[in-house]
């Protein structure tokens, strides 16, 4: 039996070897536990990468967990961050709702909660010390200002819905029905969801185009760029010019996205800006030098559309 | 009424009629009596669609010269569950289940997209390379289920979980684009104006059909699903009928993987083929397969993948809710599920208002 | 004289599990700093409580030859349940005692399905699973929060023992802990209980035996359905919030649980107390990995895999090798 338990032990000590290792240096550093949603998108690689190579240049470090999706494991690896005493601990989460016991959990540890992305609903104020994102209402009401701007007073709309139930796909949609709220003539006249996926934009977009509507489809409002560039493919199957025929406007500003806008066959992306560990350390090193902390800290974010993208831009960009 | 909208009134009930004719021929033969309550619920889809929605029937031949419409993307999009299905039937038929063919297929792509985009750049090393990955990954299953004697469900599971993550890996966690028309063409392209993944799906059927119908290898598999003990008394290699059949389901889904990659023209490791397992599970039990394994029905899992997707294509052109989605495909898994059983038939056939009809015992 | 004291063999699965997870434990503590304190163990059961009530649940189906594909769908249903009930104003006890009657509704209903009408219960559960998601959805799109809400404050301020150091021993893993029992109990030492075991062993020679199966099998789902419903609500104590997209997938965690711990998928054989050390591999796989804390996404993904691989190879060789001794 020994023999057989040795076989377990062998790679859970290659588990932890690399740890022991990066613990030998010395005692005096910042360490920042970061519980990420996931790694469903590009962007949010983008985003794990940027905290993590800050993190490294700043020579603090990291404990990173990733919940896939699941706030059960947020809530859990937020629990081990408080076990292990981590300085700091960052939370990009999952949804807005179900923070309070854990948070509570962290003050009462003296561990301040640095949310990222998405803000949570919580009973009392400084359950949190700092929020670093942008609001996904106000990516939608860019999304709608840029239609009515750009295209004019009279369209038919075709929304492609986030994951239901979803943060940004409520709040998206929630801006995006605000700004063009005061236009009778801009109707939303399909709306279905795409999961945030390619696979699942095509698959509806095409079914959209097959509606007795479709002739009065002429702008798509996707929540994220995947969904917009699986619906950009339909569109071509069928047919029509995406970018022309059919206006895109779709949320993130991946780097595809950019390629299908300077090719014409996208016009816009409102962006949402992954690129957060700068901001994040900033804060975190303010509050390890004693100083207080902003409650509120927006990363720069824009609307791109074919007037301000170049290839320039493109290759700039590292998502 | 102009002619475009009798032409789809045409054409949605000439499917209605062929649907509720198969129904009929179906219930009189004894070989294809399974493929009866899917073909039910089937006809009533598109009946529905019939009175509500006969825009649904649309079909146009584009300037290529393809068929175009929604009846071709139920075909196209249900090839992927399709070709798990098959993979799925036999595998069920052993009594076991492989609920790994949902991260093979973004295994397979993963790998695909890989060679697409590298500078050895070639098709067929691409979908040659794929589709050996994938089947090592049904060998891995079967050698974990058949030589290991791990349970099944348990033993996929860990593929389940870890191919993901081997996926990811492979693509270095993002979304891999490519433009490359051979490629493109397996998921997009058009044969006789039918689109390419149904003949891929028709063939693998129709190979796993041969093999399992002509050669004694169904009869084996059947056996070991029945009783392994058995079978192997008779002098049946049990394990190795076993590990084939997960082998097989590998490369089922390594093409599906293929497909859906090529289909959207990138590989999504994260979303490709996700919760496609369930799908697959369910065509094969809707399609008549018993989840206890034995008897297998190839045609009835082909028919049940048909019906599913035609279920969320028919949901998609009648602008249901995105919210409600998953009502109506629980009402359609348990009323198939109804219907298939001779228990649930014969007290229906009981209630005083069929027996009056003198309703013919099912 | 030596052979009298041989471990009997039926148990030996189930020891090789807690063996495996005493290695794992000891492995973590010696790694990692901060690792072998209490909090790490209260927070293994306090983290997993409703996965673990979930698994009493799934593990008495599993040893009635059957499977519950609902578990997850239906602790969001009842999580979304008691959520929108407490906001329409009704008193929220009621509204827990609502939901476990809903849940056991629930199980009864599916199981009655698969009873009399002979379905695989795989399916049926799976359409359970479809409509309880659904059906959660409806209740609303997006999560609701159960703020400041006095039973549940209640529950958390005073229910609660302290263990020192800030740590509680805090009122949902006592539940757990009750449940799991009560589940042990009735598997083991009464009539009822053996019956499960009976049908899940053949339902066939059960049913010769004078064994009421329909009946048995509706009683191991309700039970199930209660099971979930309760874990549904420990979640929501967990969480104070309702959301329809809580616990996708838990259904395959709550059964590789119950597999790990020892149960065997085809019915009638393992104990239930074996899904408490399934319970807790899990937990600690995860809780080793956020310590290590330097393990990207898919590596995660991966590692998991592995594990849970090498758990179950540890558990099949320690009982093939006891089998050959024997």
Known sequence: MKKYLSLLILPLLLLVSCKKAAEGEGSKTITVGFSQIGAES????????????????????????????????????????IAQGVDVIALAPVVTTGWDDVLKEARAANIPVILIDRRVDVSEDGLYACYIGADCTEEGRKAGRWLIENVGKQAGIAELVGTVGSGPAVERKKGFEEAIKGEPG???IKSQSGDFTRSQGKEVMEQF????????????????????????????????????DIVIISCDGVKEIFRQILAGKANCTVECNPMVGPYLFDVVETYMRGETIPPRVIPHEDVFDAKNITQEVIDGRSY | MNNSQSLNFIIGITALLVCVASTFISGRSQKFRHLRWPLVALSLLFLYNLIFKPTFFALEITDDGYLYGSLIDILNHSSKIALLATGMTLVIATGGVDISVGSIMAISGAVAATVIVSPYSSLILAVVLALLVSTFAGLWNGILVAACGIQPMVATLVLMVAGRGIAQLITDGTIITFHHPAFNAIGNGHLLGLPVPAWLAATIFL?????TRTTSLGLFIETVGNNRTAARYAGIAARKIVWITYVFS???????????????????????????????????VIGGTSMTGGRFYLSGSILGAILIQALSTVMYANDVNPAVIAVPKAILVIAVCLLQSDRFRSRIMALPVFRKFGGEPC | MLKRLRFPIRYVPFAATVAVFIVAYAIGAISFKNFFTLRVFVNLFHDNAYLGIAAVGTGIVILSGGIDLSVGAVIAFTG???????????????????????GILFGILQSTLIASFDLPPFLVTLGGMFLARGGSFIINEEALSILKNPVLDFIEDNLQLSLGNGVYLECIEVVYLIVLLCGIV??????LGRRIYAIGVNEQSALLMGVPVARTKIMAYGIAGFCSALAGIVFTVYLKSGNPLNCIGLEMDAIAAVVIGGILLTGGVGYLLGSLFGVLTLGLIQVLIMFQGNINSWWT????????????????????LSDKKQ
């Open chain 1, 42 to 81: 590009d962007w949010r690689k983008a985003s794990t990468l940027s905290i993590k190579e800050e993190a490294k240049k700043r020579g603090i470090e990291l404990k990173f967990s990733d919940a896939q999706q699941k706030q059960e494991n947020q809530l859990k690896a937020i629990r081990a961050f």
């Open chain 2, 207 to 211: 190979i796993a059909l041969a093999l």
């Open chain 1, 186 to 188: 801009l109707k939303i």
């Open chain 1, 209 to 244: 185009l097959k509606s007795p509507e479709r002739d009065q489809i002429n702008v798509l409002y996707a929540h994220n760029d995947d969904m917009a560039l699986g619906a950009i493919q339909a569109i071509e199957e069928a047919g029509k010019k995406p970018g022309k």
């Open chain 3, 301 to 320: 993904r991966i590692i998991i895999g592995i594990l849970v691989l090498l758990f179950i190879f540890m558990q099949n060789l320690i009982t093939k």
């Open chain 3, 186 to 191: 009735f598997t083991q030492w009464t009539p």
């Open chain 2, 250 to 284: 590998g490369f089922c889904a390594g093409i599906a993987g293929l497909v859906v990659c090529s289909n959207i023209k990138c590989a999504d490791a994260n979303h490709a083929g996700l919760y496609l397992e369930l799908d697959a599970i369910l065509a094969t």
């Open chain 3, 80 to 102: 979304m349940l008691v959520a929108k009930l407490t906001a329409c104003g009704i008193n929220t006890g009621l509204a827990i005692l609502i939901a476990l009657a809903v």
